[in-house]
């Protein structure tokens, strides 16, 4: 039984205080601790809806790895949330200072980081064979899908870096208005064709309908406040190094790392020589994914002409064939 305790100043300058808090909203304060009598003691698996969280498994499968297929996307779609969560924190301050961009872009680069490291746990964690045969349950969908990884790409840089390559330079000085008609151009389309006829797969034309407005409203909202434009704004002495080096980080973080953890992934389970075996949504990994090829850089500016001429080629020696 834990000790009664005795009503001292510091208890009834607390009971004051949410008295005023309460009488300011035109609220009893009474009628809340009579609430407060009958309410019952918090638990840690009401507070994070534990019950349901492990609920929200549904294997479509008998074969037992696609639990961990499951799992996985779903941890990753919620690391993706956070980094949303600090980037939205990041658009919507007026004004943005320094200070506060390096703490959310060094928060957003450890969740990538975490992601990054984990993914062994699918490419080492599942059985091959099963996985070759449970994929084919879940077409047409796929991870290209995800539509929080293309909102963090819109908050990350401006609108014309996440267009194809040869529309990026000539649209540096895009504007508001110009979005929609650049939208086709925007280089995951590209991705999400089919390999032999060239037209928009079922999972492209699946995304489209649900998400093109949203994220077009989403680039043309955040056109001043996207982290390149904020920091392209930052007066040059607030553009530290340490805040360089926070967003180059990110550049490889999100446009390097984490693509290439898919490529590694699909190399070791998708591709089979003669043939390669193609992705669950059409989509066209081999030239989709490694970075070399995209060239998807979010701050151009930070970077050498030697690094952006080889940009993504040494992870791709050394963690995919083994080189260096």
Do not use: C
């Not at 638990?43 to 929200?56: E, F, G, K, V």
């Not at 840089?157 to 194809?164: H, I, Q, V």
């Not at 390149?228 to 390097?256: C, F, G």
């Not at 070399?292 to 930070?302: N, T």
């Amino acid at each position: 039984m834990g000790e009664r305790q005795e009503f001292g100043d510091d208890i009834l300058r607390k009971v004051e205080a949410l008295s005023d808090k309460y009488a300011a909203m035109g609220q009893d304060l009474s009628a809340y601790l009579d609430g407060l009598l009958f309410a019952d003691y918090l638990t840690y698996w009401d507070y994070i809806n534990l019950d349901t969280l492990l609920s929200l498994q549904h294997p479509i499968t008998p074969f037992p790895d696609e639990s961990i297929f499951i799992v996985y996307h779903q941890i990753t779609e919620l690391y993706f949330k956070l980094a949303l969560h600090e980037l939205e924190q990041v658009n919507t301050a007026a004004p943005a200072d320094a200070a506060s961009i390096l703490k959310r872009v060094s928060r957003v680069n450890r969740y990538f980081e975490a992601l990054t490291h984990s993914f062994e746990i699918m490419v080492d964690g599942m059985d091959q064979d099963q996985f070759l045969k449970f994929r084919m349950s879940l077409l047409p969908a796929s991870g290209f899908q995800s539509a929080q990884y293309r909102k963090i790409e819109i908050r990350s840089t401006t609108f014309n870096r996440l267009l194809n390559e040869d529309h990026r330079d000539p649209n540096e000085n895009y504007q508001p208005g110009n979005i929609e008609s650049l939208y086709p151009h925007i280089y995951w389309k590209a991705g999400a064709v089919e390999l032999a006829s060239g037209k928009k797969t079922l999972t492209l034309r699946q995304f489209e309908v649900k998400y093109d407005h949203d994220l077009l409203e989403l680039a043309e909202n955040t056109f001043e406040v996207n982290l390149r434009s904020l920091w392209q704004a930052l007066p040059a002495a607030e553009q530290t190094d340490e805040l360089k080096q926070a967003l180059r980080w990110l550049d490889v973080n999100v446009n390097i790392n984490w693509p290439l953890s898919h490529y590694k992934s699909a190399v070791r389970y998708l591709q089979r020589s003669p043939e390669d075996i193609a992705a669950t949504g059409g989509t066209n990994w081999q030239k989709y994914l490694p970075p070399r090829f995209q060239k998807r850089i979010f701050y151009p500016e930070l970077w050498s002409a030697d690094e952006l001429n080889e940009w993504g080629k040494g992870w791709v020696e050394k963690e995919v064939f083994g080189r260096g």
